[in-house]
């Protein structure tokens, strides 16, 4: 069975090949091609269901691609590739109709991981909008969360952060990852937060488990855990 397709765009033959094969082993339909006109005609032939587009290419760059992309009507995600650890790329990312980016030089564990978690993403938010993983169940139309039946109360930060945990259940998920997903690249990087707010939830959803689900995986970061796993 064919995995979800996947694009890739970036002008340098080495990052290709790479990123191909790391995703192909991951179980990816894989399609490359090395410029941003390219891309535009990869997309008419054969929509992907996401698309890894490096920022700076020979022809029209990755912001320009997008903007044609989703005028043209494509929704399917988009994860930037970027060599700027720039936060004004990030924001103008976002704006343009991006939904990630990754900062070369990147791992490509990560790739795959950011890849998965978009992926799920998308497709939960399409298909429902209550989720459910383990003992909690979290409506994302309402905004109501419980746990074994409880009603529990959150605010607005600690709801994106249990639903970043939820979408990535039994991952153990860095301060860097949790800060780029659920304060959206406009915090100023203080990884001290995520310690405050993992403490604040995990004190909420707890009260109504038998076992502790927010774990703390030292010096690696927190996974929200599940009794299947």
Do not use: C
């Not at 340098?12 to 790391?22: G, Y």
């Not at 001290?192 to 502790?212: F, M």
């Amino acid at each position: 069975m064919t995995g979800p397709r996947i694009l890739v765009v970036d002008d340098e033959p080495n990052i290709r090949d790479l990123l191909a094969t790391s995703l192909r082993f991951a179980g990816f339909a894989v399609r490359t091609v090395g410029n941003g006109a390219a891309a535009i005609s990869a997309v008419i032939e054969e929509e992907p269901d996401l698309i890894v587009l490096d920022v700076m290419l020979p022809d029209i760059n990755g912001f320009g691609v997008t903007k044609r992309l989703r005028a043209s009507g494509y929704t399917s995600p988009i994860l930037f590739l970027t060599a700027k650890d720039d936060t004004e790329d990030k924001i103008t990312g976002l704006t343009v109709g991006g939904d990630d980016y990754v900062t070369k030089p990147f791992s490509l564990d990560e790739i795959v991981a950011r890849i998965r978690a978009i992926l799920r993403r998308t497709m939960q938010e399409d298909d429902d909008a209550v989720i459910r993983t383990g003992e909690i169940s979290m409506d994302q139309d309402t905004h109501e969360v419980s746990v074994n039946g409880n009603a529990v109360e959150l605010s607005p930060t600690e709801f994106k952060l249990l639903r970043y945990m939820m979408l990535n259940p039994n991952r153990v998920l860095s301060k860097a990852q949790i800060l780029d997903h659920v304060w959206e690249y406009d915090f100023n990087g203080d990884a001290g937060i995520v310690e405050s707010y993992i403490s604040y939830l995990r004190r909420k959803i707890d009260a109504h488990t038998d076992e502790p689900m927010i774990q703390t995986k030292r010096g690696f970061g927190y996974m929200l855990k599940t009794k299947t796993a």
